[in-house]
Nanobody
Framework: QVQLVESGGGLVQAGGSLRLSCAAS????????KGWFRQAPGKEREFIAT????????SYADSVKGRFTISRDDAKDTVYLQMNSLKPEDTAVYYC???????????????WGQGTQVTVSS
C-alpha cells in the first residue's frame, strides 16, 4: 500500500504558483519530520525543504528560499509545499518524505511518496 501520496502538480507558466500536498495513507506520520525533494531529468534528487515533527522548525534550499513555504497540518496528517514565483528551472518531479530526523539528508527519510510532476513553461 502507498503510505505517502502527493498531489497538486501540473503545468504552470513562469511566475505562477502551485501548492503541493502530501497526505498520509494507511499509517500516521504525525510524529515524524517531513520533507520535500525534487528530481529533474538526468539530475540527482535534491533537497528542497524540511519541517520538524512539531512544525516549529523549517529549513530550505537556497534555490527556493523566499519563494517556497513548507507547512504541516497534523489534524489531516498532511504536509504542504506552497510554490510561488515559479521558474522553468523548478521543473521536476516533486517527492514528499517522512523520517525520524529533521534535515536535508535524503538518508534521514525512510518513507517516500511516488512523486508529482511540476512543469513550468517559459
Amino acid at each position: 500500500q502507498v503510505q505517502l501520496v502527493e498531489s497538486g502538480g501540473g503545468l504552470v507558466q513562469a511566475g505562477g504558483s502551485l501548492r503541493l500536498s502530501c497526505a498520509a495513507s494507511g499509517r500516521t506520520f504525525v510524529s515524524y519530520a517531513k520533507g520535500w525533494f525534487r528530481q529533474a531529468p538526468g539530475k540527482e534528487r535534491e533537497f528542497i525543504a524540511t519541517i520538524n515533527w512539531s512544525g516549529a522548525w523549517t529549513s530550505y534550499a537556497d534555490s527556493v528560499k523566499g519563494r517556497f513555504t513548507i507547512s504541516r497540518d497534523d489534524a489531516k496528517d498532511t504536509v504542504y509545499l506552497q510554490m510561488n514565483s515559479l521558474k522553468p528551472e523548478d521543473t521536476a518531479v516533486y517527492y514528499c518524505a517522512a523520517g525520524p530526523k529533521y534535515g536535508s539528508n535524503r538518508d534521514f527519510y525512510n518513507y517516500w511518496g511516488q512523486g508529482t510532476q511540476v512543469t513550468v513553461s517559459s
